[in-house]
Every structure is written in C-alpha cells, then in structure tokens.
C-alpha cells in the first residue's frame, strides 16, 4: 500500500472537528448519530494503518506513514507523528472504542448531550496524539489534553461523589504530569547541547540515541516514571483510579480503563526505557516489586468490595501490575506480553464496564447486594459477563491468558526483574483473579431472584449485544490467533530493547563529559511470518 | 492427516457454538431436544469413529501442525497435535465413554430447561480434552487443562439457582487454580532451563523435550522442582491430596457430568500430564512423593466413602481412592499401568455413576409423587420461598418425617433406598458388576488393573527401596476397604426392602433406553476390559502377555511413549531399572491369589455385616458406635475442608475485608489525602486563587503550558 503521510493526521484530529461540529448541533439524536459517524468513520480511517504499516519495515531512521512539520521555529520542537510497532495496536484500540464508547452512552447519558459528545471526541484526539507522537513535547501536549476532557466527563455527568473524584483525579494527575513536563524540558536541553548543536530538541529519534549521564539519568527517570506510574496506576498511586472508575459514566470508565492507563505503560515503554536504560534496569527490581505487589493487593482489595464497579477499577491495578512487571523485565517475550497485554485489558475491562453499565442503567445500583439471581432473568447479559470475566481471569484461549503468560515466562527470564521468588508471587494473581471475579459473578448473578425489582429486569438489546459482540470477537480471535498482532511489535520492540542495552553499556563505559550517541539498531533475522506448517508435507 | 485430527477437534467446538449461540439467542431451539441432543452426540461420534480408524490404522507417531499460538523472541508455540499410542488411547477413551455419556443425557436431561446450555457445555468440555490428550505441547496442554476446568465449572454450577452448587463450582475453579499456578511455574522453568542451554526458538513441545540431550538438563535438582510443581498441578485436576477437596462438591453438578468430567475423564489428566513427561519424571528422584501421595489419598478416601450416605459422595470419595492407586503406579514409574487403571476405572465408574444416575432419576420420580400425596413437604429447590426450612410448617412436618433420618427428603441418599433392584433391573445388575469390577473381583476388570498396580509397588519395593513394601500394604488395605464401601453402596441401595415413605404404593421405574444402553456397554467393558492388560505371568499358561504394556511402553525394540521404570528398553532414563526380574513366578502367583481373596473378604465382609442388604442405616449406626475412633473424623473428610476453611479461605476473606482494604482506604488513600490537606494548609495564604471550580484548574493549566511554552520559544 502506498504510504499515506496524511492519514494519520487525519485520524488524530477528525474526532476533534467532529467535537466542534458536534457542539453546535440542535438535537440530541443529531448529536448521538454525528458522534457515532464521526467515531465510525475515524475507525474505518484507521484500519487504513494497519494495512499500511509493514512491521517488517524498519522503523529505526523514522516512524511509517509519518507527518513531520516544524513547529517552533526557532527550537526542533515539532509536529512528529507516525507509526511503528509499539503505538499501532494501542492506535486501532482507541479508534475501536470510540464508537463502542458512543453507543454505550446512547441511553444512559442523559443531560447536555452536546457536551458530553464533544468531550467524548476531544478525548478520543488526545489519547490518539498520546499514542502518536513522535516529538516528547507534542506527546506532553496531548498527555494534558487527555485529562481536561476526563475531568469533565467525571465532574459533570458522574455519580454521586462525582466531583470528589473528578478534583482527585485532576490534583493527581497534574502533580505527576508536571513533574514530567520539568523533565521533558531538562532532557531538551540536555539533548539539546550533547547531540543537537545546542539547539533545544524534543524529538524521539535523537532523544533515543542520546546517552544521558548517569547521574543525570536517576533525577530525570524519577520525573518521567512518576508521571506515568500515576497514570498506570501504580502501588501506592493507585487511590485515584478506584474513585474515578466509580464515579465515571460508563463512557468515562471504559475509556479510562480501555486506553487513558495505557498511557502510563506506554510512556514507559517509549519513553522511559529507552531513555534512561541504566537507571530503568537498576531500578527495575524496586519498581518490579511494587507492580507484583499491586497485583496480589489489588487483587484482594477487589475481593473485599461490595460495590461491582470498583472491584473492577480494583481489577486494575492488579491487571496492570503484570503489564508494568514485563515493560522493565528487559525481555522481548515479556515486552511483547505487555503491549498484547494493554490491548487485552483494554477489551476485556472494558467490556466488564460496559455490562455494568447496562446493569446500572437497568437497576440504578452498583451494590452487589442489590442483584443476586439474575442469571435467569437475563441470560445474554450474564453469558457476556461471563465471557468477559473469563478473559480477565486469563483463561487460555481468551485474550487475557496470552498476554499473561507471556509477561511471567519472559519475566522469569529477564536479566532485571527475574526472580523467580518474585515471579511466582506475581503468578498468584491468577489465583487470586479467579477469586475475586468468581465470587463476584457468585453473589450477583447466581441463586434465586432476591429482589422484586430483579424479576423484571430486561435482557440486552439489539443495541448492546452490537456493542459487545466485537469485544467478545476480538477477545477470542487474540485467545486463539494473537501472532498476527503480535508479529506488528515484534521487530520495534526488539530494536528498542537492544537499543536500550547498547545505550546502557556505552554510557555505563563511557567517560566523565564524553557524550553517547548511539544508533538505533534494527535487527533483521526476525522471522514475522511463521514458516509453513510441516504437516502439509506429511498430508501428501 | 491433517484432515482426520480437523475431524477430531472440529465437531465438537462447532456443534457446542452452534448450540449455545442458538440457544442463547433463539428460544424455540431450545426445545428441539432430539435435534440439539443428537448433534451434540453426533460431535462426539465422529470424532470417536475417526479415532478408531486411526488407532486400528497406527503405523507411527506423527505430529500435525496447524497454526502459530504464541510467538515473540524465542518462545513460539504452535497449535500442534501429536498422534501415538499414548494419546490415541486416551482420544479413544474419551469420545467413547464420552459418547456413551451424550447419549445417556439427552434421556436423563430430557426435560430441563437448560438442557441446550448443557450440550453446549459438554460437547465444549470434550474439544478441551481433546486437546489436552492430543497436545504437542505443554501450552497447548494447558489449553485443554484450564478449559476442561471451565466446563467443570459451568457444569457443577448448571443448577445456578441454588447457591450451594455454584459455591461448589467456585471452590473447584479456585482449587484447580492452584495447581494451575504450579503448573504455570513448571513450565517458567522447563523454558528458561531449555532456551539458556540449547538457544534457539523452543516451543515447551514434547518432540524436543523428551530427547534425550534435553532430558540429560533435567537430571538433577531442576528437573526434581518441576516434577514436584507439575504433581502439584495433577494433584488438583485430579484430586489428590492436598488438592482434593472440590471434586466431592462437585457432585452438585449433573450426574452425567459426575461420570464423564469427574470421573471418568478429566479427573485423569493429572495422571496423563505425568505419564506423557514420563521419562523427565522418572528420573527426577521425586518418585516417592508422587507415590505416597497416591497412597495415602488412596487410603484416607477410602475411610471416608464407606461412611458416606450420599451415593453420590460414595462415589466421589471412591474416585479419589482409586485416582489415588494410579498415582501410586506413576510413583513407583508403572505409568503404563496408571494409564491401564484410568481405563479400566473409566468404564466401571463412569458405569456406577451412571447407575447412581439412573437410581436418583427415579428417585425423584418418588419425591415427586410422594410430595403429589402429601407425604413430604413439597419444594422448589433448596432455598425456595415457599416453606423455608426452618418455618414453622416443615418443622412440624420434619418432626413427625416419614424419612429414617432427619431432614427434607433427598433422592441421592441411600437410607431412602433399598431394595431397587426389584424396579430396575438393569441398572441394578450394571452397577453389581462394576461393584464387583471395581472390587477387584477376578476376572473383572478392576481385578487385573489394581493387582498390577500392587504387584508393580511390590516389585518396586524389592528391587528400589524397601519402603515402598509400607506403600504396598497401604494399597491392599485400601483394596479390603473398596470392596467394603463398594458392596454397602450396592446393598443399600438395591438390596433389602424399600425405606422411603409409602414404599408399597409408591414405585420408582427403570430408566428409558437412552439410559440404559450406555449401562450395558460400560458394564460389558467392565467386565472384559481387564484382559487387554493381562498380568505377563499368565505367559506361562500360554495365555498372550499385556497387550497395553507393549502398546505404551514399547514391544521389540519399538519404544512406546511411556517409560517404565523396570522395563529394559528403558534402562537409558530409568534409574532403577538393574537388569531382569528380581520377582519369582511363584510370588506373582501368590500375589495374584492374595489380590483376590483381599476382594473376596471386603465383599464377604459387607455382605455378612449387612446380611445381604436385610439390614440397613441401622448397621451404619452400629459401625459409627463401634468404630467412632475412625468412623466419626473419617465421615467428617479428616477435618481438611475445616482445616483449610480456618486457614486459606478465613485468611483471604479476613484478611481482604478486615486488613487491605480498610489498609487502602486509610493508609494508602488516607496518606495521600492527608498529604493533600497539609498542602493546602499550607497553603492557606492563597486561598483566594483556590476557588475549587475546576474551570478555574482548567485554565490554570492551560496558562501554566503557554508560559512554559514562552519560555522555551524565547530563552
């Protein structure tokens, strides 16, 4: 496919045009249906990458199908998008939850429509640009754009603690990201002097083949990885995120959990590593060990719940421990595990929001207590529940599982976080995952009926099984047939991890005040396309 | 090839989509019982047709490869299948039983409201065994191993109205889970242990694990661990002890589903996994735990199955005794005789549970119209509404209860029995002769595989170490000990006279066809099936030697795919094998008779203490005062679920609801909030610009990015 510089532009700022055309719509049905369109459309655009990204291309010199345009003049700060292994599966899964998103909310938001919209969409243009850019400082644009729209949507159309959670969210958030901005300047300059004739620069490319001295390395690690262990959320950053889950509409929760995490796993993954390799390896044990805790902990923090929605937020940070655990394992089968693992997580705790939703808009109530039974009563709500629930409970052959036990087998070997004390603790998580959602599922869809209000709740419509039916699709299709997405990654994370070693040997020798350059490597014998099977021999 | 192994898998994972998405969304389909019902079974006979094809066909082992599961760095696994004698006998087993079982449901389950959901389920549970059997790898293996506990799941929680069954399906997941997490770990280390010595791309794969290069890696402590960690995972698919707890309340589930999954099939794949990795197990020196293991399961739920009132608990406890004689063959490295006994007691058991099936079935036809009389209290299920248990309606009926214990009237317990053999017939000789078969009553069945199995950890204990001869005399104890439970469950439940109400007007029926066929067949195989493994000393009669040892351990120079501890052609791996027979013929004889009488005096036993079924609950009530030293913690399961209730489930329950979360609330939570607040103290000089609207924040940031910006474009 001939390369398409514009597509991806395209993609990243459609919603938001769409968002503008939205706010200046009368009726609320012409604002769900332009939404719907305008999300639909943007999906469609995007399929337009993955048919047009080559992972066997090499990614080392610049990014596929990318725009690049000055944007100040007079520093290299600019505006630096494209794809590459690492940020096009996160891509398609924000573009796949958007009109997901939209439809999910068809019912259940009901007040300033208009508003809700337009957020929704300037929303899906930041995390977009998140997953995007090329250049640091665009990236920090976009990180802080993300988080003004979820405010809002928090604030505004929440639940009944709704604006507690939306200023915690906010005062969190802000606290980490602009200690990050600190650290993206500092690096700037940095960079600026070593490798940019003293001109300050943001971009990746020269960002990721300079060394940063050691010393240098801790301080601006702490910046960054703060910023985004919030975001994950990170053991103990976590107290955000259970109130922000709860409170958000179902749209907010699913976006939150689908994608907006992600950007903290992401950010370590692209920006964390690969910058500070010698200070992410020596950390990576310290850092390793609070994920696995968040995993047991989150774990039986989500068991003691009694409200669904925040055992799910709860699920989590359990979920997300395993992610964080295989981005600093320095091992191509945990890294890979991770990224399959963030669009897993997006999918399958997605879904689990959105079928809480449907309860919640059935019966007003997220409290366990207040269902019990409704297994009979409705029967396709409880079948995706289930499916849903299995797949985060890792189950082989569902999505979960894949990403799971390729982050424990490649953590177990990893050079940094490989323990195996510390990886069995953190294979208890699929215990205690099978604890918490069983147990769930137990107390609210199984036994008798115990509430009058329960007997006539209404199964799923056209509308949501629609919406699910993907989700559980793909949730199946990456349980059973995850190579083709994994082989996207493969050679990208490769050439970031060996990268990354090169950079962390050359600074570890190199002397006081000698600048380290390194180039991106690329390695080619990557096998991406699995060689055929032999029994077709055998066949014939 | 490739085509027969598609016929295999396929049909049961299209007819299970095909009937659970048409059930689920299309109500009338549910009530083509015939169609969905005979789809369901055709899923299993079709691939159990091909199997045979491809078993009387066997020329070699061959490996078929479909398409890449996993891959990323040097991990790629592959959805592969391997094809020998090992997994062709255990396909067999499978989709033939299996289809025995199908065609028993659609008669049994005729009727329920879930009976669409139940086919699905279980034409699912069959597509993840085949997988387990007929993997090339551990991944894929353990694809079938979590997805047979799926189905396990679904299937003890099928009757989700009542809590109870699905805290039973819960605790079995959980359960399994544990192993499940040691097996994960077996298989962290088989990798890191095969890719740091030979590099290059490893898929966990059988065909490169079992060479002998990669087997010399796992000679010492390496290959001790996983084989410890990977018993861990079998003793909880397959109910060992200390796993062993959730298959007892996994009756709740259907009883065709007790036979099929908790009997028959699944309940195995623990003594596959060992006896597939047979040649890294056996010379792991982690032998004798597996053995003891077995042995001591073996015995303990032997004690604990003839104090059980509930049929169907008789034949749990039973289950997990006899998964415990199999672990104790894999423990002294018979593992071909494990795999024999898996046979052997997949037809007997899967026959008595059937059985068991066929008498609850008309059992409640005998609640029902006893409740149609007025004799019981009417019910809708444990937990129903209408007459709670403790009102004071059925207190009053329960005091003057008609039943010889107290207690709501219970169709699976065998003190309302009695003298069934009158009304059903059929089931009533199927399930004397898998009482017998399993009894060890020669020539049955049971007989050949259980005194193999003795006489493999008699000569073990000779020729290895004399403290298997402790294990040995375990094994026949427990052999007097199954012959007893077995025959009390018989006597009680067919022999006497009737001990429910109204006994003279009220008559239960034998089953239709449907479920009585698949009686006959299993009870036939019950019978016969002990002579594909006939005890090689009955050469000397002229008679053919153990057609199942040449079949898996090798015959000639041909090695089979299981290893032997004590056979030459494994003398490569078997670290205890020290040249030919240390036992004389003239012992294996005397060994063979003593297996006998021991089945004749458990039976003789039984048959006297309870003069032929004449005496009933009563004698149960003498025994308990006689042997209340044994009978009393023996009928309460050894206090292990209180044991683990007191400890594991109190401590995650308490420790989540009393410790971490109130841990995250005020610690965690409360220490960032409270750091918020003394920020803001703090910062009580400018509180004038905290206005606490986010609009302001909002716009805030926004002038803190252009200023940081300015500052960028202009220093």
């Known amino acids: 496919m001939a390369d398409l510089p514009g597509l991806l532009s395209l993609v990243i700022f459609l919603p938001a045009v769409g968002a503008l055309l939205v706010a200046f719509l009368k009726s609320v049905d012409a604002v769900r249906w332009a939404s719907l369109a305008v999300t639909g459309v943007t999906f469609v655009l995007s399929l337009g990458l993955w048919l047009g990204f080559d992972p066997a291309v090499s990614t080392a010199e610049a990014p596929q199908l990318a725009t690049r345009l000055p944007w100040f003049g007079s520093v290299d700060i600019s505006y630096f998008v494209g794809i590459d292994g690492l940020n096009l599966l996160l891509i398609l899964l924000t573009t796949l939850l958007g009109p997901i998103i939209v439809l999910s909310s068809w019912t259940y938001i009901g007040k300033a429509h208009r508003g809700y919209y337009a957020l929704m969409l300037l929303l899906e243009t930041g995390v977009l640009g998140v997953f995007a850019a090329f250049d640091v400082f665009l990236f920090y644009i976009f990180f802080e754009l993300t988080l003004i729209p979820m405010v809002f949507i928090i604030g505004i159309w929440g639940g009944e603690d709704r604006v507690y959670a939306a200023i915690k969210f906010v ?21 600026g002097d070593a490798v940019n004739g003293g001109v300050f620069t943001t971009d990746w490319y020269k960002l990721v083949q300079f060394g940063v001295p050691l010393g240098l390395q801790y ?58 390799p010698n200070a992410s390896a020596e950390l990576a044990m310290p850092i390793a060990i609070l994920a696995v805790v968040g995993i047991v902990y989150g774990a039986l923090v989500a068991f003691a719940q009694t409200d669904v929605k925040k055992l799910v937020a709860y699920s989590s940070v359990s979920h997300l421990g395993f992610v964080v655990l295989g981005v600093f394992a320095f091992d191509t089968i945990a890294v890979q595990g991770s990224l399959i693992q963030m669009v897993n997580h997006g999918l399958s705790t997605g879904a689990l929001f959105l079928i809480i939703g449907m309860m919640y808009e059935r019966r007003h109530t997220r409290a366990m207590a207040d269902y019990g039974g409704i297994a009979k009563t409705v029967p396709v709500l409880t079948f995706f529940m289930l499916f849903s629930v299995f797949a985060s409970a890792g189950l082989p052959g569902l999505n979960g599982f894949v990403g799971e036990f390729m982050i424990l087998i490649g953590s177990w070997n990893s050079p940094t976080v490989g323990n195996p004390l510390l990886v069995a603790v953190a294979t208890t998580g699929v215990i205690f995952a099978a604890v918490y959602l069983l147990w769930m599922v137990y107390r609210t869809f199984f036994g008798e009926v115990t509430h009058e209000a329960n007997t006539t709740m209404k199964d799923l419509n056209g509308r949501e099984v629609g919406l699910l039916v993907p989700l559980a699709a793909l949730m199946l299709l990456l349980g059973f047939w995850p190579s083709p997405f994994l082989a996207q990654s493969e050679r990208a994370v490769r050439s970031l991890l060996e990268t990354s070693e090169l950079k962390a040997a050359a600074v570890e020798s190199a002397a006081a005040d000698e600048v380290v350059v390194v180039p991106v490597a690329w390695p080619d014998e990557v096998a991406l396309t699995p060689p055929p099977a032999p029994a077709h021999d055998a066949a014939h | 090839m490739e085509l027969l192994v598609q016929l295999i898998l396929l049909p049961p994972i299209v007819i299970a989509g095909l009937n659970g998405v048409m059930g689920l969304f299309w109500p009338a389909w549910r009530k083509q019982e015939w169609l969905l019902g005979g789809l369901a079974l055709a899923a299993v006979a079709v691939p159990f047709a091909v199997t045979c094809l491809l078993f009387f066909g066997f020329e070699a082992a061959e490996v078929v490869r479909y398409f890449t599961w996993l891959q990323a760095g040097d991990l790629r696994v592959d959805f592969a299948y391997r094809i020998d004698e090992l997994s062709l006998l255990m396909t067999m087993i499978v989709t033939g039983v299996g289809s025995l079982i199908h065609l028993y449901s659609i008669g049994y389950m005729h009727g329920d409201d879930g009976y669409w959901r139940f086919f ?59 192993g499940d997490f040691a097996f994960l770990l077996a298989m962290f280390i088989i990798f890191k242990t095969v890719v740091d010595a030979q590099g290059g791309v490893f898929g966990l794969d059988f065909a490169t694990l079992l060479q002998p290069e990669t087997l010399a890696l796992f000679a010492g402590p390496t290959g001790f661990w996983v084989t410890v960690l990977l018993l861990i995972g079998a003793t909880g698919k397959s109910a060992q002890i200390p796993l062993f707890v959730w298959l007892p ?183 004397g002769l898998s009482t017998l078969a399993i009894a060890g009553l020669p020539p049955l069945a049971g007989f050949f595989s259980k005194d193999e199995i003795l006489f493999r950890v008699f000569e073990f204990g000779q020729s290895a170490h004399i403290g298997y001869m402790a294990l040995w005399v375990v094994g026949l104890i427990t052999a007097v000990l199954t012959a007893i439970y077995m025959t009390r469950a018989y006597l009680l439940t067919f022999e006497g006279t009737p001990r429910w109400p109204d006994s003279m007007d009220t008559h239960p029926h034998e089953s239709p066809w449907t479920m009585t066929v698949p009686l006959v067949v299993l009870a036939g195989l019950a019978v016969v099936g002990g002579f594909l493994g006939l005890p090689p000393v009955f050469e000397d009669l002229g008679l053919p030697g153990s057609w199942i040892h040449g079949w898996l351990v090798g015959h000639g120079d041909h090695l089979g795919p299981v290893a032997d501890s004590l056979d030459p052609l ?115 000089g400018l509180r004038g610009v905290q206005t606490g609207v986010v609009q302001t924040y909002a716009l805030a940031i926004v002038v803190g990015v252009v200023a940081v910006v300015a500052l960028v474009l202009f220093v």
């Open chain 1, 171 to 191: 005062i969190y958030t802000l606290v980490g990201s602009l200690l990050m901005l600190v650290g993206v300047l500092w690096l700037g300059f940095e960079a």
């Open chain 2, 120 to 178: 699905a389920y279980l034409n699912l549970f069959i597509f993840a065994m085949l997988n387990l059997v007929l993997a090339e790898s551990l991944p894929v293996l353990f694809l079938g191993w979590e997805g047979v506990g799926l189905c396990s799941y679904l299937l003890i929680g099928f009757w989700y109205t009542d809590l109870k069954n699905s805290a039973a399906a819960n605790k079995a997941f959980i359960v399994n889970r544990v």
């Open chain 2, 570 to 684: 494994w003398a490569s791996v078997s670290p205890y094998y020290e040249g030919e027979h240390h036992v004389s013929h003239a012992v294996e004889w005397a060994l063979l008779g003593l297996g006998a009488v021991v089945a004749l005096v458990g039976i003789g036993a039984a048959v006297y203490y309870f003069r032929f079924g004449k005496r009933g609950p009563e004698a149960d009530r003498k025994a308990r005062k006689v042997f209340g030293l044994f009978y009393t913690p023996a009928s309460h399961v050894w206090g292990w679920d209180q044991f683990y209730n007191a400890t594991f489930v109190r401590g995650t329950v308490e420790g989540a609801r009393k410790v971490f979360a109130p841990f995250d609330k005020n610690v965690v939570d409360g220490g960032v909030m409270g750091l918020a607040g003394l920020v803001r103290r703090a910062a009580s």
């Open chain 2, 249 to 431: 309340d996994a009756m709740a589930g259907p009883t065709p589903v007790s036979a099929l999954i908790h009997a028959a099939t699944m309940v195995t794949s623990g003594l596959y996994l060992l006896a597939r990795l047979s040649p890294l197990v056996l010379n792991s020196g982690a032998l004798w735990i597996i053995a003891t293991v077995g042995a001591v399961t073996a015995i303990m739920a032997a004690t604990v199955a003839i104090t059980q009132n509930d049929i169907k608990k008789v034949l749990a406890y039973s289950t997990v005794s006899q998964l415990g004689y199999m672990f104790l063959a894999a423990g002294v490295g018979a593992f071909f005789v494990a795999i024999f006994h898996v046979m052997t007691h997949a037809f007997f058991k899967a026959c008595l549970f059937l059985g068991s099936g066929s008498v609850i079935h008309s059992m409640h036809h005998v609640e029902h119209e006893l409740e149609h009389k007025g004799l019981i209290p009417s019910h809708h299920g444990p937990g129903s509404h209408d007459t709670p248990l403790d009102s004071e309606a059925t207190q009053n009926t329960l005091r003057h209860s008609p039943l010889p214990y107290d207690g709501p009237f219970d169709a699976q317990d065998m003190r309302t029995m009695g003298g069934l053999r009158k009304f059903m017939p059929i089931t009533a000789i199927t399930f």
């Open chain 1, 219 to 276: 301080a601006m690690f702490g910046l960054f990885a703060l910023a985004f262990a919030i975001k994950v959320p990170l053991f103990p950053l976590h107290t955000w995120l259970p109130d922000a889950h709860t409170q958000a509409p179902t749209g907010g929760s699913v976006v939150l959990a689908g994608v907006l995490l992600k950007m903290g796993t992401y950010g370590l993954l692209r920006f964390v590593v690969p910058f500070f």
